[in-house]
């Protein structure tokens, strides 16, 4: 069955398995930029985006509400049901009448799930709301539930009968989606215990999740008045960016004070959730905790433990770069508070909305003047959700909704240089679902490891578009120091992260429950292998992994961001060879959407994934970055 999934392509659900709900990410990984752009003066209102908010409405195409989409969707799960045991034998014209169906069926489920999940995200402590969502949710996890058995019949098809069907043209819109779902052939269950699974699915995994949800987006820290007094945890997170070191010491004690009164119950959630995954690998065959991650990626677990190793033995790169930072910053050594501090001279810049907009549009428009056309309309069409708000779900995120319609962005402006580029990173994403909405609910989202690509590629273009307008060298200096750090937060970091989950779910699996000092060791271990000696890992710091939230919904996610991020940076490394010649295929690949395995999509702009060589190229253009920037701090007098 089609994904209704709701984020920057959470792909097909992690086990394969029916209609996934909608879910959507915070992305804990906001980049910093370090430079000072020419601020256009800005209103409080332009500052704070207070005025910048989505319009949901459309998503219910008319209907007076999410039941009522879910109501038509009913009414085609009772007609499906009439194929109950001719799944595996039907023919072409009759496999085309069911999944033509069941894309219908998708299509109204997941405007039914987006619509109440993004309503959610704009206040988690609204109790109609969350109570809206639920419902919708349970009423769509029982139709999906009725009609496990396409799933499971077509995956027991006869390889020969299978091929011969999925050669017809006619369903070209759902083969890829079809061919995958018999790679879950070893470790799908009977339709009965499929069914048990699915119905305790939201008094199970889905409540835990909607709980930390929860807790996370109540969490207030307390600053001092002339920083804000009490702020939500993302706009806090902000000031670590500050270069004013004694801001930074004092923001990161008010944040873990801030985590301190819900860490028992937070580690008590991430324990329930390793235990519940436990269970569902071993019933299901799995035989580790992130292969079933690495499946629905289209992976295998022996590519990606290569992309992990090769990460992992080139952590000189961020340790070179904080050994030297401290240099830059006048310290001995940095603490893991001080590792966004700004190392522009003088302050950071505030930056409104509409600054921050023209900046990213003219980066976009730099490239293609259709991307920066689809831009513009997620600007200036109410596509995007910026202020942050009590209650408002952290982070960042884009959420594809259908095909047949426009995907949104979530984001929390704070008015800073990061703000743009999380900006121009989650538009990548937006043109990404956008431009694949032609391959229809099966094919519109990539897996996981192709998901990021897009979004990296349009911040490294607008980055890399204000370097070339730069001249000052301690302008250049401030965005190749962001550049690297950027680099170094999402492949680095995210690595480490991995590392971090490795342990967590290793030791719930093999040893028991953790404790809440024991995800403190992990989560120290996993960043002081990372950071080596150029950056110490403070006791407070040890409970920052607990607002995490991919720990906790999508468990094995975060390699997926170095996989974008080197991937995207060889990407953009075939288009500066290229040059204008290079847009058609790039445009090329974001239309195919997940119509292909990411072999064949990455072949299209150039990538050879299967080459072993292939990541370490990637982390020779990081450590190119770090190059880049040493040279510039030399040019601008800094070391």
Same mark, same amino acid.
């Given at each position: 069955?089609?994904?209704?999934?709701?984020?920057?392509?959470?792909?097909?659900?992690?086990?394969?398995?029916?209609?996934?709900?909608?879910?959507?990410?915070?992305?804990?990984?906001?980049?910093?930029?370090?430079?000072?752009?020419?601020?256009?003066?800005?209103?409080?209102?332009?500052?704070?985006?207070?005025?910048?908010?989505?319009?949901?409405?459309?998503?219910?195409?008319?209907?007076?509400?999410?039941?009522?989409?879910?109501?038509?969707?009913?009414?085609?799960?009772?007609?499906?049901?009439?194929?109950?045991?001719?799944?595996?034998?039907?023919?072409?014209?009759?496999?085309?009448?069911?999944?033509?169906?069941?894309?219908?069926?998708? @299509?109204?489920? /997941?405007? #039914? *799930?987006?619509?109440?999940?993004? +309503?959610?995200? %704009?206040?988690?402590?609204? !109790?109609?709301?969350?109570?809206?969502?639920?419902?919708?949710?349970?009423?769509?996890?029982?139709?999906?539930?009725?009609?496990?058995?396409?799933?499971?019949?077509?995956?027991?098809?006869?390889?020969?009968?299978?091929?011969?069907?999925?050669?017809?043209?006619?369903?070209?819109?759902?083969?890829?989606?079809?061919?995958?779902?018999?790679?879950?052939?070893?470790?799908?269950?009977?339709?009965?215990?499929?069914?048990?699974? @699915?119905?305790? /699915?939201? #008094? *199970?995994?889905?409540?835990?999740? +909607?709980?930390? %949800?929860?807790?996370?987006? !109540?969490?207030?820290?307390?600053?001092?008045?002339?920083?804000?007094?009490?702020?939500?945890?993302?706009?806090?997170?902000?000031?670590?960016?500050?270069?004013?070191?004694?801001?930074?010491?004092?923001?990161?004690?008010?944040?873990?004070?801030?985590?301190?009164?819900?860490?028992?119950?937070?580690?008590?959630?991430?324990?329930?959730?390793?235990?519940?995954?436990?269970?569902?690998?071993?019933?299901?065959?799995?035989?580790?905790?992130?292969? /079933?991650?690495?499946?629905?990626?289209?992976?295998?677990?022996?590519?990606?433990?290569?992309?992990?190793?090769?990460?992992?033995?080139?952590?000189?790169?961020?340790?070179?770069?904080?050994?030297?930072?401290?240099?830059?910053?006048?310290?001995?050594?940095?603490?893991?508070?001080?590792?966004?501090?700004?190392?522009?001279?003088?302050?950071?810049?505030?930056?409104?909305?509409?600054?921050?907009?023209?900046?990213?549009?003219?980066?976009?428009?730099?490239?293609?003047?259709?991307?920066?056309?689809?831009?513009?309309?997620?600007?200036?069409?109410?596509?995007?959700?910026?202020?942050?708000?009590?209650?408002?779900?952290?982070?960042?995120?884009?959420?594809?909704?259908?095909?047949?319609?426009?995907?949104?962005?979530?984001?929390?402006?704070?008015?800073?240089?990061?703000?743009?580029?999380?900006?121009?990173?989650?538009?990548?994403?937006?043109?990404?679902?956008?431009?694949?909405?032609?391959?229809?609910?099966?094919?519109?989202?990539?897996?996981?490891?192709?998901?990021?690509?897009?979004?990296?590629?349009?911040?490294?273009?607008?980055?890399?578009?204000?370097?070339?307008?730069?001249?000052?060298?301690?302008?250049?200096?401030?965005?190749?120091?962001?550049?690297?750090?950027?680099?170094?937060?999402?492949?680095?970091?995210?690595?480490?992260?991995?590392?971090?989950?490795?342990?967590?779910?290793?030791?719930?699996?093999?040893?028991?429950?953790?404790?809440?000092?024991?995800?403190?060791?992990?989560?120290?271990?996993?960043?002081?292998?990372?950071?080596?000696?150029?950056?110490?890992?403070?006791?407070?710091?040890?409970t920052w992994w607990s607002y995490v939230p991919h720990f906790i919904a999508t468990p094995g996610y975060v390699y997926a961001y170095a996989y974008g991020q080197l991937?995207?940076?060889?990407?953009?490394?075939?288009?500066?060879?290229?040059?204008?010649?290079?847009?058609?295929?790039?445009?090329?690949?974001?239309?195919?959407?997940?119509?292909?395995p990411p072999e064949a999509l990455t072949s299209i702009v150039g990538c050879d994934l299967t080459d072993p060589g292939f990541w370490s190229a990637g982390l020779d253009?990081?450590?190119?970055?770090?190059?880049?920037?040493?040279?510039?701090?030399?040019?601008?007098?800094?070391?």
């Open positions: 069955m089609a994904d209704a999934t709701a984020d920057v392509n959470l792909g097909r659900g992690e086990g394969g398995h029916g209609v996934t709900l909608t879910r959507v990410l915070s992305v804990e990984t906001a980049r910093p930029l370090g430079w000072h752009p020419v601020v256009m003066a800005a209103t409080d209102t332009d500052l704070l985006a207070s005025d910048i908010a989505w319009d949901l409405d459309p998503l219910l195409d008319g209907a007076d509400g999410p039941m009522v989409l879910l109501d038509r969707a009913e009414g085609i799960a009772k007609t499906l049901s009439a194929h109950r045991g001719s799944i595996a034998t039907l023919d072409a014209d009759g496999l085309l009448k069911v999944m033509t169906s069941l894309a219908e069926l998708s @299509s109204l489920m /997941s405007r #039914a *799930g987006h619509y109440t999940s993004l +309503r959610f995200a %704009e206040n988690t402590g609204d !109790a109609e709301v969350a109570a809206a969502m639920q419902a919708a949710n349970e009423r769509s996890t029982a139709i999906s539930t009725s009609l496990i058995f396409i799933d499971l019949e077509w995956a027991d098809t006869d390889d020969a009968h299978a091929a011969a069907v999925l050669a017809d043209e006619r369903l070209a819109f759902c083969r890829h989606h079809l061919e995958n779902l018999r790679r879950y052939r070893p470790h799908q269950l009977t339709e009965p215990e499929e069914t048990v699974l @699915s119905e305790t /699915s939201l #008094a *199970g995994s889905s409540a835990w999740v +909607r709980l930390f %949800e929860e807790q996370t987006s !109540a969490i207030e820290v307390a600053l001092p008045d002339d920083l804000g007094g009490r702020v939500g945890l993302m706009s806090a997170l902000a000031h670590l960016h500050r270069p004013e070191p004694e801001v930074r010491e004092s923001t990161a004690a008010a944040v873990t004070a801030g985590l301190a009164p819900g860490l028992r119950t937070r580690a008590y959630i991430y324990n329930t959730l390793l235990l519940d995954k436990s269970i569902d690998d071993r019933l299901r065959g799995y035989p580790s905790w992130i292969t /079933s991650r690495n499946m629905a990626n289209e992976a295998s677990d022996e590519s990606v433990q290569a992309l992990i190793d090769a990460v992992v033995s080139r952590y000189d790169i961020p340790q070179r770069w904080y050994a030297l930072k401290a240099e830059i910053l006048g310290v001995d050594r940095l603490r893991d508070f001080d590792r966004m501090a700004s190392v522009t001279a003088g302050g950071s810049a505030e930056i409104g909305w509409a600054e921050g907009t023209r900046i990213v549009r003219d980066a976009y428009a730099s490239f293609s003047d259709e991307l920066a056309g689809i831009v513009g309309r997620f600007i200036d069409e109410r596509w995007i959700d910026a202020p942050v708000r009590p209650g408002k779900r952290g982070g960042a995120f884009c959420a594809y909704g259908v095909p047949e319609h426009h995907p949104y962005v979530l984001l929390n402006w704070t008015s800073t240089a990061r703000d743009v580029s999380t900006l121009a990173h989650e538009l990548g994403h937006g043109v990404h679902g956008y431009l694949a909405r032609e391959q229809g609910i099966f094919h519109q989202s990539t897996p996981l490891t192709l998901a990021e690509t897009a979004s990296v590629f349009g911040e490294t273009v607008t980055n890399n578009r204000l370097l070339d307008a730069l001249d000052d060298p301690e302008d250049r200096f401030s965005l190749l120091a962001a550049t690297l750090e950027d680099s170094i937060a999402t492949v680095f970091r995210q690595v480490a992260m991995n590392r971090f989950e490795h342990s967590c779910h290793t030791h719930r699996r093999e040893v028991g429950e953790l404790s809440v000092d024991l995800f403190g060791e992990y989560w120290a271990a996993s960043q002081e292998a990372m950071l080596g000696d150029a950056v110490e890992v403070t006791d407070g710091y040890r991937l995207a940076l060889s990407v953009y490394a075939r288009y500066r060879e290229a040059g204008d010649s290079f847009v058609p295929a790039y445009l090329d690949m974001l239309r195919a959407g997940g119509s292909m253009i990081v450590e190119g970055q770090l190059n880049a920037a040493v040279d510039a701090a030399r040019a601008a007098g800094r070391l």
